[in-house]
């Protein structure tokens, strides 16, 4: 079974959390603050490889957690990193960020890894305080938390060569001639609900092939399932065009086949195309092929009569398939997309809005990353963050805001009551 479509929640490893301590060994007097950082924690990464042929491990798996660091500790230890999570994906896997829609990566090499969720920073410890001022700091950093994504996963096959063509016009039963792939095949319209591989060998060379299920008009929209379909048209170099001979209009299957590849994505219609013409082993497509033939030439297009079933011409189109392959330039990796400028955005950036039950929502990643990583146990971490909040002008805009004393304030997950002394 081909799944080409999965969606899963990666988690990325928080950072392990300072440590306050203090030097307290014989002979050594005012130590001072000893306490250790704490570890990185893991990274999420999907990593391609040619073991894997489809998404099928994610409809029993949904949710990957990286390592969290290991706190720090006493006499200055730091703690130990996270392990990272690599994910095995197939070749030809996209992944999107499931929220936004934007594309995170296009794994189409082997071994090939991309990065979706990046871990959180260790939390500092009561050394990393120090300063002349304040020599016996008694404070401490929570770690970091780690990035939480969804992903949504699709899979485009890498085919070499993709069989395309009305339902039920013997394209399964051709890869099933020219490759040891066993497709379901019965002879009535969209037996074939998933796209089928298969490797063909032809005298010393071999190729990837891929049954693409019948498309029909309006695949381009999605009717018929035609966008799980058309997208691994995509990749595929060569297409093999089938054209069923016991259709009532086969030029009418070869131009709308055509037309929906064109609206799909423009660059498939010019992928190189060879038309076969197949069920010749029956009697009553014998007698049309003259007709075909000469209104196909009369279009500039050169047609293949073949025969799936009993293998007549096969061997011929297999070779015609090869020589286009070997005519065509080495592929090369896609070029990256022209960058678009766009001035960066500052983290101390922020946002103040009100929720729904009057408390007051202060948004932005420099001040959220501060709440996540003040440890609230200690006196200090809280006069620190509200520093923090004076140094990013955070405290001023909330009192023109009109914030009251006793007001609910929300930063990420940290909710504060206001005080008029902040």
Not at 96 to 116: I, M, N, P, T
Not at 137 to 145: D, T, W, Y
Not at 163 to 179: D, Y
Not at 370 to 391: G, H, K, P, S, V
């Amino acid at each position: 079974m081909l799944i080409d479509e999965a969606r899963i929640c990666v988690t990325a490893g928080d950072g392990g959390n300072g440590c306050v301590a203090f030097r307290r060994e014989k002979f050594v007097r005012f130590g001072g603050p000893y306490g250790g950082n704490g570890g990185k924690g893991g990274d999420v990464y999907l990593v391609a490889t040619r073991d894997v042929n489809t998404l099928i491990a994610f409809k029993h798996q949904l949710h990957f957690r990286a390592e969290r660091g290991e706190h720090g500790g006493g006499k200055g230890k730091t703690g130990a990193q996270g392990n990272d999570i690599k994910i095995p994906v197939p070749l030809g896997t996209l992944a999107y960020d499931d929220a936004s829609g934007r594309l995170l990566a296009d794994l189409v090499q082997d071994r090939q890894e991309a990065l979706v969720a990046r871990s959180g920073r260790g939390g500092r410890g009561n050394m990393a305080f120090k300063s002349p001022i304040n020599q016996a700091p008694r404070i401490a950093e929570k770690g970091e938390p780690g990035e939480v994504r969804w992903l949504r996963l699709e899979l485009k096959l890498m085919a070499d060569v993709g069989i395309v063509g009305v339902p039920n016009a013997g394209k399964s039963t051709l890869l099933s001639v020219i490759s040891r792939a066993r497709p379901k095949i019965a002879d009535y319209p969209f037996t074939t609900l998933e796209a089928s591989l298969g490797v063909v060998t032809v005298d010393d060379r071999d190729f990837v092939a891929a049954d693409i299920p019948g498309l029909i008009e309006g695949a381009h929209t999605g009717v018929g399932l035609g966008h799980q379909f058309l997208r691994h048209i995509e990749r595929c170099r060569v297409l093999i065009h089938v054209l069923n001979g016991l259709s009532p209009d086969p030029l009418g299957d070869y131009d709308a086949i055509n037309q929906e590849l064109d609206l799909f994505n423009p660059a498939l219609a010019t992928k190189p195309q060879i038309v076969a013409f197949n069920k010749m082993d029956l009697p009553d497509v014998r007698a049309r092929w003259p007709e075909i033939q000469a209104a196909l030439r009369q279009r500039q297009v050169d047609v293949l009569p073949i025969s799936a079933a009993s293998g007549d011409q096969v061997e011929t189109l297999l070779r015609r398939a090869v020589s286009l392959l070997d005519a065509l330039p080495v592929m090369e990796p896609a070029p990256a997309d022209t960058a678009v400028f766009r001035p960066p955005v500052s983290e101390r950036e922020f946002t103040i809005a009100r929720d729904p039950d009057g408390a007051w929502r202060v948004q932005g990643v420099a001040i959220e990353r501060a709440a996540a990583m003040t440890n609230w146990d200690y006196y200090e971490a809280i006069m620190r963050f509200q520093r923090i909040l004076a140094a990013l002008s955070i405290t001023d805009a909330l009192r023109d805001e009109g914030i009251h004393e006793g007001d609910l304030v929300r930063i990420g997950k940290t909710e504060l009551t206001w005080e008029d002394a902040w």
